[in-house]
């Protein structure tokens, strides 16, 4: 008998496998809506001026090496990092009460924080997170892979094209006391749907009512608003109000860094000796999977995270992004309205915030698309 023989064939990502239709299609004016990776005025991708700055002195520098990062990563990086979420007058990052460890991107932050709560969360009734209805597909895989199960709290609501805020909080009414909620921190991935700062503070009072834990993404700080301190208001508020938190954080999209992986991860205890404890368990967990995070990205990233130069400079280049994706927004709304007259109301196309879209199109209006839409027009 063959050794794999019970290997069944996975299907293909379906988000990369639109990327594989989309490099095989041979339509000149064809558009790639499918993976989340910024291009610019000629649909290409953009590595950022200050991104360019920080390598051109990393390559100068004579001494630089090639050792291994310490377990938790390079320290100017991540000190560095929890400051820019939690803001540099955090009183948890005051207090010494954050641990913080680099990892493999965002994808990486959410696995090790997934794996910590698997292992030390202590859960009241079964092993489950509540996730956005919808949210980023892979989350569902990211727990189920270390025995979690995620169970969805409303979130979306199709009527409006809009959050469905009467049943989100409903949802974190009626889940068991301190569970572990899932939120987006700013530009929810896929709906572009954010709770706006008032309906945050109901929020925020139901997860303390509630004693839930609340496990944040954050992808896209900077890439929401154009403003770095805007986007991580919401995490920045929750602990404020001394909500029980984690916060993964990705530089793909706000450094360009896609391929780098350049992440980390924070949790912030209730006091220094709690979060040397929980740092240690990181510690633990992060050796058996990778012993070490990557350095070249984590190097560029605390070049421009301690140097105030290029901080301004990488502020001008998220303004850049931002701004070009909140003008296409502005553009296509315009375009869908008052020049194609479009039947139906695409004003979520505007609301919506980030570099995603729900469009409203139901599956067979999208399947047209692809299949239709782009052939070029008999002469
Ligand atoms: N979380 C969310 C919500 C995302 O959209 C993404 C990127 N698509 C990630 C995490 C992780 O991305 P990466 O591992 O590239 O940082």
Same mark, same amino acid.
């Given at each position: 008998?063959?050794?794999?023989?019970?290997?069944?064939?996975?299907?293909?990502?379906?988000?990369?496998?639109?990327?594989?239709?989309?490099?095989?299609?041979?339509?000149?004016?064809?558009?790639?809506?499918?993976?989340?990776?910024?291009?610019?005025?000629?649909?290409?991708?953009?590595?950022?001026?200050?991104?360019?700055?920080?390598?051109?002195?990393?390559?100068?520098?004579?001494?630089?090496? =090639?050792?291994?990062?310490?377990?938790?990563?390079? #320290? %100017?990086?991540?000190?560095?990092? +929890?400051? $820019?979420? !939690?803001?540099?007058?955090?009183?948890?990052?005051?207090?010494?009460?954050?641990?913080?460890?680099?990892?493999?991107?965002?994808?990486?932050?959410?696995?090790?924080?997934?794996?910590?709560?698997?292992?030390?969360?202590?859960?009241?009734?079964?092993?489950?997170?509540?996730?956005?209805?919808?949210?980023?597909?892979?989350?569902?895989?990211?727990?189920?892979?270390?025995?979690?199960?995620?169970?969805?709290?409303?979130?979306?609501?199709?009527?409006?094209?809009?959050?469905?805020?009467?049943?989100?909080?409903?949802?974190?009414?009626?889940?068991?006391?301190?569970?572990?909620?899932?939120?987006?921190?700013?530009? =929810?991935?896929?709906?572009?749907?954010?709770?706006? #700062? %008032?309906?945050?503070?109901?929020? +925020?009072? $139901?997860? !303390?009512?509630?004693?839930?834990?609340?496990?944040?993404?954050?992808?896209?700080?900077?890439?929401?608003?154009?403003?770095?301190?805007?986007?991580?208001?919401?995490?920045?508020?929750?602990?404020?109000?001394?909500?029980?938190?984690?916060?993964?954080?990705?530089?793909?999209?706000?450094?360009?860094?896609?391929?780098?992986?350049?992440?980390?991860?924070?949790?912030?205890?209730?006091?220094?000796?709690?979060?040397?404890?929980?740092?240690?368990?990181?510690?633990?967990?992060?050796?058996?999977?990778?012993?070490?995070?990557?350095?070249?990205?984590?190097?560029?990233?605390?070049?421009?995270?301690?140097?105030?130069?290029?901080?301004?400079?990488?502020?001008?280049?998220?303004?850049?992004?931002?701004?070009?994706?909140?003008?296409?927004?502005?553009?296509?709304?315009?375009?869908?309205?008052?020049?194609?007259?479009?039947?139906?109301?695409?004003?979520?196309?505007?609301?919506?915030?980030?570099?995603?879209?729900?469009?409203?199109?139901?599956?067979?209006?999208?399947?047209?698309?692809?299949?239709?839409?782009?052939?070029?027009?008999?002469?």
């Amino acid at each position: 008998a063959e050794t794999w023989q019970n290997v069944p064939l996975a299907p293909p990502d379906s988000i990369f496998k639109l990327t594989a239709a989309y490099k095989t299609d041979t339509f000149p004016s064809k558009v790639n809506l499918g993976v989340g990776a910024y291009r610019d005025d000629n649909n290409k991708p953009w590595v950022l001026p200050v991104v360019k700055k920080a390598k051109a002195i990393l390559s100068n520098d004579e001494g630089l090496d =090639h050792e291994y990062l310490s377990i938790t990563g390079l #320290p %100017e990086f991540t000190s560095a990092a +929890a400051k $820019l979420i !939690l803001g540099t007058d955090s009183a948890a990052i005051r207090e010494q009460r954050v641990a913080s460890a680099q990892t493999i991107s965002g994808t990486g932050a959410n696995h090790l924080g997934a794996l910590f709560l698997s292992r030390f969360y202590t859960f009241n009734g079964p092993k489950q997170i509540f996730v956005s209805n919808p949210t980023w597909a892979n989350h569902h895989a990211i727990f189920r892979n270390v025995g979690i199960e995620p169970v969805d709290y409303a979130y979306y609501d199709p009527k409006t094209i809009g959050l469905d805020f009467e049943g989100f909080l409903n949802a974190l009414r009626s889940a068991p006391d301190s569970s572990p909620f899932l939120l987006h921190a700013c530009a =929810h991935n896929p709906t572009g749907v954010d709770p706006t #700062p %008032e309906q945050w503070e109901k929020i +925020a009072d $139901l997860f !303390l009512e509630k004693k839930h834990f609340a496990f944040f993404d954050c992808a896209y700080q900077g890439f929401a608003s154009g403003d770095l301190d805007k986007d991580a208001s919401a995490v920045r508020y929750f602990e404020q109000r001394g909500v029980p938190m984690l916060v993964c954080q990705s530089f793909a999209k706000n450094a360009g860094l896609y391929g780098e992986r350049v992440g980390a991860l924070h949790l912030v205890g209730v006091d220094k000796a709690a979060a040397d404890r929980i740092r240690s368990q990181i510690s633990v967990l992060q050796r058996s999977e990778i012993s070490n995070p990557p350095a070249f990205g984590a190097r560029i990233m605390a070049l421009i995270l301690n140097d105030a130069n290029l901080f301004n400079q990488w502020k001008e280049d998220i303004k850049t992004m931002a701004h070009r994706i909140i003008d296409m927004r502005e553009k296509l709304h315009a375009l869908l309205t008052n020049e194609l007259r479009t039947p139906g109301n695409w004003d979520h196309i505007t609301r919506q915030i980030g570099m995603f879209s729900f469009t409203g199109l139901n599956a067979e209006q999208s399947k047209a698309m692809v299949e239709k839409a782009h052939s070029i027009p008999d002469e």
